[in-house]
């Protein structure tokens, strides 16, 4: 199989199941939104988007096999990657998101593709900031701020 027509699937299951899951809530209007309706239209872009990716890659061939080179460090970042989400997510409220969001972004630069320090740190430095303009600042959204209460 090849890897467009895995990824196909893949995001079809995800829309169908992410549109399922929207319609048990209030849809609402297009001017008065529902907690249901963002999630509906993603899950439904989800679906078209993937509908396309189907139609685009070819029905794999009877006689091949789908090879997956495990041996590739490839792997080993992605492991990585997804271990440094799932410890972010679980230290979020007790560090705060600012907080959070810089260290992650400084550990998945110099983890996954290593950057330069200086690269790293501004590059983590003014991600937090740029969130927390738009989402405090400007949105008026609170974001978690930890025990440091930034």
């Known amino acids: ?41 993603l899950g439904i872009l989800l679906i078209f ?7 685009k890659s070819k029905k794999p061939d009877a006689g091949s096999s789908a090879h997956i080179d495990l041996s590739s460090g490839r792997w080993k ?3 990585y990657t997804v271990l440094i989400l799932i410890a972010a997510a679980l230290v979020v409220e007790r560090i705060g998101y600012l907080l959070t969001l810089f260290i992650m972004v400084a550990l998945l630069m110099r983890g996954v593709e290593p950057q330069s320090w200086r690269a790293t740190l501004l590059t983590a430095f003014f991600s937090a900031l740029g969130i927390y303009l738009v989402f405090d600042l400007l949105l008026k959204q609170p974001l978690p701020r930890g025990f440091l209460r930034i």
Do not use: N, Q
């Open 1 to 41: 199989m090849r890897s467009d027509f895995i990824a196909a699937v893949f995001w079809l299951v995800a829309g169908v199941l992410i549109s399922i899951w929207a319609a048990t809530y209030s849809l609402g209007s297009l001017f008065h939104p529902g907690p249901g309706f963002v999630p509906l239209i």
């Open 49 to 55: 988007f993937s509908l396309i990716l189907l139609g």
């Open 77 to 79: 970042k992605v492991a």
